[in-house]
């Protein structure tokens, strides 16, 4: 991406712009569009510009005081899935699973600060010198995570996973290598017939975008509850769906919604599936024995290195809120847990799931695990060209698949 426009100018005309506006009374885009187009038409007639210099400015200018200011052309790139600023003068992107920088810089780490103030207040967060760190979520879905000096030396640093522009499905893993045909089959008929499904992998392996694509073969009959830190989850299909997110603390100390608060609420809404959005502490417990009490089909996704890795973090995870000892716990999550699918990144950092595997029971205090399809690496000139496939074996825990089946 090229500089169009010197940084001098830019800073110039919202200054003057700002001078100009009364921006405590309401200000409509229109309005606001028309005296920003009249300024860079004086502006470009005094310096010929061409047509390109003249939309890029405008656009910035309109950036900077309705949307995401420099952020904004990366935010209406499609091909744009992540974007990281480090502090205002050194911004990142990720498109197609690659990161590259960006050209573009904020003005200054006051600007970027407040532009962080206007994202964070839209969801009702609070982020400041005392409360640097916060969760938060743009109005198209998008998950934004922020970090405020003193905690970041390198000034604000703002982390934003876009939000795509239409809801993936099924098909759309399949044209993109993420899953084949047969395991894509088998998943969604295991969440139609009920199973208990946990998505395992590394940050940014797909596992919120994987739990989006599996919740649209929930029968459209069925209440549902999903719970996260910050909504991303979109179940619109699902008539009787209630979405449930968490709250920090304010300035003195009140008022938190914890994500294992909200499973126990949950409980009392008479769900019929219970979607946890990421377990990451003591409401693993709680999952679990939600998973363990009738809610049959529930769904939810946590970080591990493997299948064994996110069992293992479970039971630490379950521990911590609860006395019981790691034999009952291990017990507990081979009970309700069914199937856990694990997704990573492979080669040219491509999203690919690479494991499903069917926790069967415990024998001798050890998870039985009976793995349905697997990945087998393959290389072509020393590069990995792998695929997940059906290692043969037949489903164990069978009863609701042959129950549905006999419907």
Not at 155 to 178: A, H, M, S, W, Y
Not at 183 to 211: D, E, P, R
Not at 223 to 249: C, G, K, M, Y
Not at 342 to 353: A, G, T
Request: proline share 3%; aromatic share 6%; charged share 25%.
């Amino acid at each position: 991406m090229k500089q169009l426009i010197d940084e001098a100018i830019f800073t110039e005309l919202c200054e003057v712009i700002q001078q100009e506006i009364d921006f405590t009374e309401h200000i409509t885009d229109e309005q606001l569009m028309l005296m920003i187009e009249t300024k860079v038409t004086v502006l470009a007639n005094e310096r010929r510009w061409i047509s390109d210099e003249r939309l890029h400015l405008t656009e910035r200018l309109f950036a900077y005081f309705r949307g995401l200011d420099v952020l904004e052309p990366l935010m209406k790139d499609a091909s744009v899935t992540e974007i990281m600023v480090n502090g205002a003068n050194h911004i990142f992107f990720e498109r197609e699973g690659r990161i590259q920088q960006y050209d573009y810089s904020f003005v200054s780490n006051h600007r970027l600060e407040d532009l962080i103030q206007v994202m964070v207040s839209k969801v009702n967060r609070t982020v400041n010198e005392s409360s640097p760190i916060v969760d938060a979520r743009l109005p198209d879905g998008s998950r934004v995570h922020v970090v405020l000096p003193p905690v970041a030396l390198n000034g604000p640093v703002v982390t934003i996973r876009k939000f795509p522009e239409r809801q993936l499905t099924i098909n759309d893993l399949i044209t993109k290598g993420t899953i084949t045909d047969a395991a894509a089959s088998f998943l969604q008929q295991a969440v139609l017939t009920g199973h208990n499904v946990f998505i395992s992998g590394g940050t940014g392996a797909g596992k919120t975008t994987l739990l989006n694509v599996l919740a649209q073969s929930i029968p459209l009959d069925e209440r549902v509850i999903t719970i996260e830190d910050s909504a991303e989850l979109q179940l619109d299909h699902i008539p009787n769906w209630v979405s449930l997110e968490t709250r920090l603390s304010n300035t003195e100390g009140k008022g938190e919604i914890t994500i294992r608060q909200l499973i126990r609420a949950a409980l009392r809404m008479r769900p019929n599936r219970l979607i946890v959005g990421e377990v990451r502490g003591s409401e693993a417990i709680d999952m679990l024995q939600a998973m363990n009490t009738g809610h049959d089909g529930s769904i939810s996704t946590g970080h591990a290195n493997s299948v064994r890795d996110m069992l293992s973090r479970l039971e630490t995870m379950a521990m911590g809120g609860t006395d019981l000892p790691v034999q009952n716990i291990r017990q507990q999550i081979a009970s309700a847990i069914h199937i856990v699918v694990h997704v990573s990144r492979k080669h040219r950092y491509e999203r690919k799931v690479i494991e499903i595997t069917e926790i069967s029971g415990i024998s001798n205090g050890e998870y039985e695990l009976n793995a349905l399809f697997a990945w087998k690496s393959e290389f072509d000139e020393e590069e990995e060209v792998g695929q997940l496939v059906a290692t043969g074996k037949q489903l164990i825990r069978n009863e609701k698949w042959r129950g549905r089946s006999n419907k």
